[in-house]
């Protein structure tokens, strides 16, 4: 939906596994898609639904006789999404900006086997574990991470969102830490936020993220490789293949002026995302109290 949609400033958003929260942690610019399969129920699910139907949420519902009829499923949203496009206004089977994240990735990793090393930009500031890069002009003097963070989450307004992009090892505790920030953030923020792994998520929401509407708050996170894998054949290992891909895309969103910081975890990523989890809910009780 987000690579064949967000084009020419217009598209649409996918909000994957995000936890369903109460009504108030929502702003107008959500549609809810409740699919249930016959004879499976999921009460406290159904409970939340209920609620956001009380409320007045817009929910439109889909129910399954049979596993099988998630072909039928596959069809239909491969359908409504080629429909939006055309309703859009826009070409909804081609993704010209997932390819200008690619050109970036290549352009950087020729430049390491010619004998140069990736571009090494100083950070705006480093705080414990944590290290903050960016080029928005309103972060360039700040001096301690909450401040940064304060500021980056005040460039959002209603109908916005907040675009985790986590170039990490995906393990449970780090998807739990993860699914925890965004939480925090969507409830405080009432914006919607969406969290993908890198390189992955380049084929998913990327294209959005760059010529979609410019109202995306953009984090990407990085960590330290420890362990030095090469690849065999090429000048470089998975570690700077990893770093291209992350430096590569964070140059396309910086092209199209997106609103992105880019903070380095150290060398242990549980042990940065619980000093970043202090960060925000720092800001946080800042900004309700």
Same mark, same amino acid.
């Given at each position: 939906?987000?690579?064949?949609?967000?084009?020419?400033?217009?598209?649409?958003?996918?909000?994957?596994?995000?936890?369903?929260?109460?009504?108030?942690?929502?702003?107008?610019?959500?549609?809810?898609?409740?699919? @249930?399969?016959?004879?499976?129920?999921?009460?406290?699910? @159904?409970?939340?639904?209920?609620?956001?139907?009380?409320?007045?949420?817009?929910?439109?519902?889909?129910?399954?006789?049979?596993?099988?009829?998630?072909?039928?499923?596959?069809?239909?949203?491969?359908?409504?999404?080629?429909?939006?496009?055309?309703?859009?206004?826009?070409?909804?089977?081609?993704?010209?900006?997932?390819?200008?994240?690619?050109?970036?990735?290549?352009?950087?990793?020729?430049?390491?086997?010619?004998?140069?090393?990736?571009?090494?930009?100083?950070?705006?500031?480093?705080?414990?574990?944590?290290?903050?890069?960016?080029?928005?002009?309103?972060?360039?003097?700040?001096?301690?991470?909450?401040?940064?963070?304060?500021?980056?989450?005040?460039?959002?307004?209603?109908?916005?969102?907040?675009?985790?992009?986590?170039?990490?090892?995906?393990?449970?505790?780090?998807?739990?830490?993860?699914?925890?920030?965004?939480?925090?953030?969507?409830?405080?923020?009432?914006?919607?936020?969406?969290?993908?792994?890198?390189?992955?998520?380049?084929?998913?929401?990327?294209?959005?993220?760059?010529?979609?509407?410019?109202?995306?708050?953009?984090?990407?996170?990085?960590?330290?490789?420890?362990?030095?894998?090469?690849?065999?054949?090429?000048?470089?290992?998975?570690?700077?293949?990893?770093?291209?891909?992350?430096?590569?895309?964070?140059?396309?969103?910086?092209?199209?002026?997106?609103?992105?910081?880019?903070?380095?975890?150290?060398?242990?990523?549980?042990?940065?995302?619980?000093?970043?989890?202090?960060?925000?809910?720092?800001?946080?009780?800042?900004?309700?109290?």
């Amino acid at each position: 939906m987000a690579e064949s949609t967000g084009k020419e400033g217009r598209g649409l958003l996918p909000v994957a596994n995000e936890p369903v929260g109460k009504p108030n942690v929502y702003g107008n610019d959500r549609l809810f898609i409740h699919i @249930s399969l016959n004879n499976q129920t999921d009460e406290l699910l @159904s409970q939340a639904i209920q609620q956001l139907q009380e409320a007045g949420r817009p929910i439109v519902k889909f129910h399954l006789s049979d596993l099988l009829d998630l072909g039928q499923e596959f069809f239909r949203w491969e359908m409504a999404v080629a429909v939006a496009g055309s309703m859009l206004g826009i070409n909804a089977f081609d993704q010209p900006n997932v390819q200008e994240s690619k050109d970036n990735t290549r352009r950087l990793l020729s430049e390491i086997i010619e004998g140069e090393n990736l571009p090494q930009e100083a950070p705006i500031l480093s705080e414990g574990m944590l290290s903050l890069y960016s080029r928005l002009d309103s972060l360039q003097q700040v001096s301690t991470m909450a401040e940064a963070f304060e500021h980056w989450l005040s460039m959002g307004y209603p109908g916005y969102y907040i675009a985790l992009m986590a170039f990490l090892p995906e393990f449970p505790e780090t998807e739990k830490m993860l699914q925890a920030l965004r939480q925090n953030l969507r409830d405080k923020q009432r914006l919607a936020t969406t969290l993908g792994y890198g390189p992955r998520f380049l084929h998913s929401t990327g294209q959005y993220h760059k010529v979609g509407p410019n109202t995306g708050l953009f984090l990407q996170l990085t960590v330290q490789d420890k362990l030095y894998i090469p690849i065999p054949g090429y000048g470089y290992d998975f570690g700077m293949f990893k770093q291209a891909e992350a430096l590569g895309d964070i140059q396309a969103l910086q092209r199209h002026e997106r609103r992105v910081l880019r903070i380095d975890l150290g060398e242990d990523a549980i042990q940065g995302l619980t000093q970043l989890r202090n960060v925000v809910d720092q800001v946080m009780f800042s900004r309700i109290s």
